[in-house]
C-alpha cells in the first residue's frame, strides 16, 4: 500500500525555521518526482517545491525561494523541506506528493498520483 507520511509541522514564530519530512512507501521512489503543496483554510492547494527524479533539479513557488530547500533521501525513501525565515502567510496544511513512475515535475496538484495526509505549519507574529 503507497503511503506518504508527513511530519515536522508545528507552531513557530515568525523569522524562525522548520523541518519538514515525507516518509514514502512507494515502488521506484527514486523514479518519482517529489514534491510539497500547501493550503491554507479558503484557499486552493498551492505548488510550494518539487524535486525531479532524473537530476535532482528543484523549483520552487517565488515566495519562498531563497527561503524554502527541497531536498531527498533516495536511500531512505525520504523527502524533506527546510523552511526558514517563515513568515505568517506560510501559515497552512503542507501535503507531500509524488508524480507517478518518471513523470517530471510539475506545479498541478491534479498531476500528483499520491498525497500524504498533512501537517499543519502555524506562523505566529
Known amino acids: 500500500q503507497v503511503q506518504l507520511v508527513e511530519s515536522g509541522g508545528g507552531l513557530v514564530q515568525a523569522g524562525g525555521s522548520q523541518r519538514l519530512s515525507c516518509a514514502a512507501s512507494l515502488q521506484s521512489f527514486s523514479r518519482r518526482t517529489m514534491a510539497w503543496f500547501r493550503q491554507a483554510p479558503g484557499k486552493e492547494r498551492e505548488f510550494v517545491a518539487a524535486i525531479s527524479w532524473n537530476d535532482d533539479s528543484t523549483y520552487y513557488l517565488d515566495s519562498v525561494k531563497g527561503r524554502f530547500i527541497i531536498s531527498r533521501d533516495n536511500a531512505k525513501n525520504t523527502v524533506s523541506l527546510q523552511m526558514n525565515n517563515l513568515n505568517p502567510e506560510d501559515t497552512a496544511v503542507y501535503f507531500c506528493?509524488?508524480?507517478?513512475?518518471?513523470?517530471?515535475?510539475?506545479?498541478?496538484?491534479?498531476?500528483?498520483?499520491?498525497w500524504g495526509q498533512g501537517t499543519q505549519v502555524t506562523v505566529s507574529s
Open positions: 506528493a509524488a508524480r507517478g513512475f518518471m513523470a517530471p515535475v510539475s506545479r498541478r496538484p491534479a498531476e500528483y498520483r499520491n
